[in-house]
């Protein structure tokens, strides 16, 4: 396995603060999807590199009325990997989510 490659003390402060804010505005999408104020229809056609490095799975879950185990069944039925992240979602799989989910 290759080792990561060596970096500055303030490359690495600028990699960590990067980090902290993707996560920051990951959750910020997950809190909008449970108040219900974005969609899943929404999320799924916005084109925010943030909604797209979400894990479906997590997504799901922040849905109003979805908790862990009807996300998993959703996706298995969809026939979605469990760590398949929407970015990688083809147009089939988006459209079941749409049909089982409604908006």
């Known amino acids: 396995m290759a080792t990561p490659p060596q970096l ?3 490359q690495r402060t600028a ?3 990067k980090a902290a804010e993707a996560r920051a505005a ?12 974005m969609t899943l229809n929404e999320a799924l056609a916005s084109d925010d590199v943030n909604v797209g ?19 998993r069944k959703i996706m298995e039925d969809v026939e979605i990997a469990d760590n398949r992240r929407v970015q ?10 749409l049909a089982l989910l409604g908006s």
């Open 8 to 10: 500055t003390p303030e």
């Open 15 to 17: 990699a960590l603060a």
């Open 26 to 37: 990951r959750a910020e999408i997950k809190a909008r999807l449970k108040m219900g104020s």
């Open 53 to 71: 490095k979400l894990k479906v799975v997590s997504l799901l879950e922040s849905l109003p009325g979805v908790g862990k185990v009807k996300a």
């Open 88 to 97: 990688g979602l083809g147009a089939q799989q988006r459209a079941k989510l």
